[in-house]
């Protein structure tokens, strides 16, 4: 496709909030008004698109929102968007502002939507990685992955201390979806005595094994961190099968949940998020169409959407194995 003359960008967040978003947004915004470009905030995602919720942004509406978690524009799922008569619809409130390019900061889904969205009406778009779960391929890192981290170790810590003093067995469920990226930097972070993630089976008589071990060197408190999704089950599921091999244990489920999507952003997250929104806005006057936009080996590089989307982004192996002899 050829480069098109691009004046007025939309900037829209889709799928499940991540801190970062904002300063995300704010660095799109920033760098539309750097390079003489008018930016419009789509609310609430696709859904937003489709009732015209778009808005002209101006220096005063991203004021103040860089440390601020969730997303000022708002996000909704949208099944009326996954139509063509809603996408159609969706086009032609895009059209009727003027905007020639997207930039969408969200997830698989998200980013989804706009590969099929410029397959269809050629409405160029670069995505931003925007999930806590860091599962996108094309990035070492996605907006939100590590204030999820810290979120979900710091409520680790705390659920140590009452561990501790009972010598109480804890399985700790965190978020990740089918990913284990936040169970394994999480594990490592808070000394877990075992990790058990979706890429990887961990039989419950492995686990029980473990255990018996960390007992005989008289720890005194055991965490065990679950990814949620994870082919072994869920936290209460392999409560449930320990506490039948080991009754006398006290044994504790913790399930984080929503709490690791929320909270100011780290300094981390919102240097990543400032990079990658200036780095999309550049990428679109520079005609790259259809990408998302990431970080490898502290260099930007830019990765078909469909790659992003459908390629399998591997755990680290070297971490799984670090985390093994840690927690001996």
Known sequence: MDQLTIKK?????SGGDAPG????IRAVVRAAFY??????GIYRGYEGMINNDIRKLDSRSIAHVLERGGTFLKSARSEEFKTPEGRKKAYENLKSHGIDALVVIGGDGSLTGAHLFFKEYGIPAVGLPGTIDNDLFGTDLTIGFDTACNTAIQAIDKIRDTATSHDRLFFIEVMGRDAGFIAINAGIGSAAAAILIPEKKMPVEKLIERLKTREKAKKESNIVIVAEGGKSGGAAEIAEKVKKILPTYDIKVTILGHLQRGGAPSAFDRTLASKLGVSAVEGLLH?????MVGVINNKVVFTPIKRAIVD???????ELRIAGILST
Do not use: C
């Open 9 to 13: 960008i939309g900037v829209l967040t």
């Open 21 to 24: 978003m904002n300063a995300a």
């Open 35 to 40: 390079y003489n470009l008018e930016a419009f």
């Open 287 to 291: 005609g790259k169409y259809d990408v």
């Open 312 to 318: 399998d982004k591997k755990v680290d192996e070297e």
